[in-house]
């Protein structure tokens, strides 16, 4: 039995693998057609597990045990919900049930799962797009589903938006995805996950490019990002229903010059609440982690308080779609003046205890809900003694969602998109651009955001690609040097530590049977009584960084960098250890490059000229390395573009039809070299970024 499992085993790598070099073989578009829809399926598949689960646990939680239902949207179902609590009592007693089901589970089994979790998705894409551990995702569902199914205040979208980021996580380690594609694949499962619970596939696509920078986007993630989103959008929509969260509110538009005032002081509210929405999140969280309890129990706390405060006020119980939706009809009408100023600061203070203490949810959604009434109390305090306000208070809520949340997430398209798609009214994106700009220059550089950064610039993976340009000449395959140890995985963890010491190492790749690589094995990881009668297979880390021999120096320095190692494994295409790069490898790698550079450089005279040349498909010098090119002496080929992006050519750079050579050679050698690349002028379109 224990040999017909393995060969079950081997067989599952052997399908890995050629699959992961399939993948990898690929073009940008086929590529990223083939990426982004299976992200999308798990975006939307998890999407669609979510919200079920969250519907079990509301209806369990909320209204069996605390006799109360809270209302729905239009496009989930509409229901009024309880006009009043059948057992008050019960109320805290549940929402402090779900805190403490929620903590136990986050802190157990995942903490990285606690609080709203998109940050950690963030952080992921910049530092370790490929580190992201499976099980956060199943610890996000299930204790997001108690917090929230049990009245906590929180939004669905931040569990949604780390299933499909996880999964797209786990996917670049199964399928050796190069640096910037991991990074662009985790980055998509953002967008796709939010996208998908939303039913917002077009703002969902430019959530995953936008929510990364505070002031830029991440232009790579924006068609890929789309693939993903309608993917997303189609499957979560074939199971819940394609139909805005809100309604078609096509009713309402902007009809009148002076509107534009109350629009700006709507974006000037919504600004205002944005960053006390910041400021309260982060300040009653560091409260929290300073109280002298257990982190599992601080979320039971927390639902405590959230419990008491919906007794007076249940519009901030739960997700507070269903009160969004009453208040942007006549039933606003029904709450008194005041309960409608207090609900937005009531919300922000449920949410920061919900979430900032531990519990596990999400804050875009509580944000827009937020700013819906900012919305709806702008309305009841203008429409008695303003002109021209509308008569329905649903185009101030529609705008202040988008403004509220758009400024303080620094995420203004995509916001603006999203709630556009969510209440099926495009008329008023005019007057929400005014709301959300007054906002975005209130709010300034304030993040609710913390791991986002300023601009691509700031971007680890982005500097270490363009700033030392010669290490993107550079494989690893040329500079690494081979394993001094290679552990095997039944190996027990005392005779892999005595090894490790003998030799001085810090840690060495752990493979299976068949010499295919599994993780890494820390030296510390194998210190202590505890790990007696344990293998090397259990104590190695399955998601720590391994680098294929492809992969370029500066994707490597990247990588011990972000993750402050001193190593990296490198594996083959059948992801065998066949060497280790270290931080004196690659200082080795930056000068052979620099050094071949100049060396080259060096024999480019002063009269030389810059020519384009295309490669056609019958050129004799497709599918031949560079080096292999007798090029005239003195000629240079700088740069190659392919696929539209700009590569540094090297000589182990395998020449393509369609590619672009851009040539530094003398003018009289200029027909000979057209003539030996077999090669055409290239017409580059304008503003494309070529030399």
Known sequence: MERATRSVTVEDIGRRERLARWVNGLGYVRKWLVLGVIIGVVAGLGAVVFINALDWATKLLLGVLGGYTPPSPLGEGASLGSRHFSRPWAVPLVTTLGGLISGILVFRWA???????????????????????????????????????SGGSGGREGPTAQISAGFASVLARLLNLSPPDARTAVSIGIGSGIGSIFRTPLGGAILGGEILYRNDIESDALI???????TGFTIFGA??????????????????????????????????????????FYGLGERFSKLPLPRALRPALAGLLVGLLGLAFPEVLGTGYGWVQQAMGPRLLELSLWVVILLPVMKILATSLSIGSGGSGGIFGPGMVIGGFVGAAMWRVLEPIAPQVPHSPAPFVIVAMMACFGSIGHVPFAVMLMVAEMTGNLALLAPAMIAVGVASFLVGDRHIYRAQLHTRADAPGHRFRFGLTPL????????????????????????????????????????????????????????????????????????????????????????????????LPVVD???????????????????????????????????????????????PVVGRELRRVSLPSGTLVLTVQRDRRLLFAHPGTVLRAGDVLSILTRPEDAPS??????????????????V
Do not use: C
């Open 673 to 690: 070299v057209t003539e030996l690349l077999g090669s055409e002028p290239a017409e580059t379109e304008e503003g494309d970024g070529m």
């Open 111 to 149: 903490p990285e799962a606690a609080g709203h979790g998109t940050d950690s998705a963030i952080s992921a894409v910049h530092h370790n797009p490929s580190g992201i551990r499976a099980r956060v995702s199943v610890i996000k569902i299930i204790a997001s589903a108690f917090t929230i199914g």
């Open 472 to 567: 993107s000449a550079v494989p690893v395959a040329n500079v690494m040097t081979a394993p001094r140890l290679v552990v095997r995985r039944e190996e027990s963890a005392e005779a892999a530590r005595e090894r490790l010491a003998e030799l001085g190492l810090q840690g060495a790749p752990v493979v299976d049977e068949r010499g295919v690589y599994v993780g890494t094995l820390r030296y510390d990881a194998v210190q202590g009584d505890d790990v007696k009668g344990m293998t090397a297979g259990e104590l190695a880390d399955r998601t720590a960084p391994v680098l294929t021999e492809d992969v370029t120096l500066d994707a490597a320095m990247q990588v011990l960098a972000l993750r402050e190692v001193t190593w």
């Open 573 to 619: 295409d059948h992801r065998r250890p066949t060497g280790v790069l270290t931080s004196l490898n690659l200082v080795a790698g930056y000068r052979q490059a620099l050094r071949s550079t100049l060396n080259r450089l060096s024999r480019v005279g002063e009269r030389a000229i810059t020519i384009e040349e295309r490669l056609r498909s019958d050129s």
């Open 239 to 280: 199971f819940e229903g394609y139909a805005p969260i809100f309604g078609y509110q096509s009713g309402f538009r902007f009809s009148h010059p002076l509107q534009l005032v109350y629009y700006a002081l709507i974006g000037v509210a919504a600004g205002l609440v944005g960053m006390l929405y910041n400021a309260s």
């Open 224 to 230: 890929p990002g789309l693939i993903a989103s309608i």
